[in-house]
């Protein structure tokens, strides 16, 4: 059986831990403050290690599902090397895969839209994360899983990853509306000129943990200006926030790209156009 929303609820993927065609990720990274106050992502192995749903694999979306030495933060790798990395992670053409994290859904939604990107739909985000599945009592384990590898075939969609170029020709013609995920007061510092603000977060319901209602969603982007039937291109701060509107927007049976460079790549060139304040 299959899936027929990018989410699943607790309750079915508790009915179907241990189907021999299921692969479960945790996805779940961590973030920590420098000296200086900025912020630096880890890869939350211990707390994966200590508690996670049975049966899950650890994904660690930074190192494995990031591609090397790009120039800019955790860049989507080629689409064969990324295929690779799933299919080490037990990802497969004949497998389906539910991915979850333990924050607000935007690492696991990150690993959606990778595999997205490269052809995969067998893939679902766990609607209210490893929060929702603890609040619930559910079992956990700190079993260690490590997957065998599985054949998986990449089949890259080049419309769902933006580029540079892409963004500056949306912004150009108007054929796509450009929307930053990032929180309204991050979005109100810096922007992409001429884009409106979406933020990941308010797309969660802070009691359940899960996405929000689809009208309630469908109102966040209304609210924000973006029109009836307008495609999307979604950035943030690296491309990971992102991932959340670009689900939520799936959700709503919308088209929508990932601007993977995002801020890091656009603010690099000054004479890319920014808002401030």
């Not at 694999?57 to 190192?63: K, P, T």
């Not at 939604?109 to 595999?115: F, I, K, P, T």
């Amino acid at each position: 059986m299959g899936f027929d929303s990018p989410l699943i609820s607790t309750d079915r993927l508790a009915a179907e831990l241990g189907a021999p065609d299921l692969v479960v990720l945790d996805c779940s990274v961590s973030m920590l403050r420098t000296a200086d106050g900025a912020a630096s992502y880890v890869p939350s192995r211990d707390e994966y290690e200590a508690a996670h749903v049975p049966g899950a694999a650890f994904a660690d979306v930074i190192h494995a599902l990031s591609a090397r030495d790009a120039r800019f933060p955790l860049m989507m790798p080629p689409a064969e090397e990324l295929a690779a990395a799933f299919s080490r992670l037990g990802v497969g053409d004949d497998r389906r895969a539910v991915l979850y994290d333990r924050g607000d859904h935007m690492w696991a939604a990150r690993a959606w839209w990778l595999l997205r990107a490269i052809g995969f739909d067998a893939a679902v985000v766990l609607d209210g994360g490893f929060r929702k599945w603890v609040a619930e009592r559910r079992p956990v384990s700190s079993a260690r899983v490590e997957p065998a590898r599985v054949p998986l075939t990449a089949r890259p969609r080049p419309h769902l990853v933006a580029d540079r170029d892409g963004v500056l020709h949306a912004l150009a013609t108007g054929d796509a509306r450009v929307v930053n995920a990032l929180p309204a007061q991050r979005h109100a510092a810096l922007r992409i000129a001429g884009s409106v603000n979406v933020p990941y977060d308010a797309l969660v319901n802070p009691t359940t943990f899960t996405f929000r209602a689809t009208q309630e969603l469908a109102d966040a982007f209304a609210t924000a200006g973006v029109l009836p039937g307008e495609r999307v291109i979604a950035y943030c701060g690296a491309g990971i926030a992102a991932c959340n509107d670009a689900l939520a927007l799936t959700l709503l049976g919308r088209e929508s790209a990932v601007y993977d460079g995002s801020l890091s790549e656009w603010t690099s060139d000054p004479a890319l156009p920014v808002e401030h304040g």
